[in-house]
């Protein structure tokens, strides 16, 4: 399966933003998906992701209570809806899909660049 992440876009802190990923070819449904990001300097890391069932999702810590994820079927898209954006947020985010959604997964879409400015 092909994604295409998309949404990235410079805010403040404080505003909401939605990122997408778009899946193409397969449908992403059938693939547990995970949201990653990697600020300046710093390495990749995982900020959540939603399995096959859509009620089951995990967050990392520092995004907890603020950021979720959630798919639609129908658009073969999921996506990651982040509020009470910090300075910290500041990233590039990839969305990848797999039989597991972590850094091994066997799919990985181009980066969409976050900047949260304070």
């Known amino acids: 399966v092909q994604l295409q992440a998309s949404g990235g876009a410079l805010v403040q802190a404080g505003e909401s933003l939605r990122l997408s990923c778009e899946g193409a070819?397969?449908?992403?449904?059938?693939?547990?998906v995970g949201w990653f990001r990697q600020a300046p300097g710093k390495e990749r890391e995982g900020v959540g992701c939603i399995s096959t069932n859509p009620r089951n999702t995990y967050y990392s810590e520092s995004v907890e209570g603020r950021f979720t994820i959630s798919r639609d079927l129908d658009k073969n898209t999921v996506y990651l809806q982040m509020h009470s954006l910090k300075p910290e947020d500041t990233a590039v985010y990839y969305c990848?899909?797999?039989?597991?959604?972590?850094?091994?997964?066997?799919?990985w879409g181009k980066g969409t660049l976050v900047t949260v400015s304070s």
């Open positions: 070819e397969r449908p992403l449904g059938n693939y547990a």
């Open positions: 990848a899909a797999g039989l597991r959604a972590d850094e091994s997964a066997d799919y």
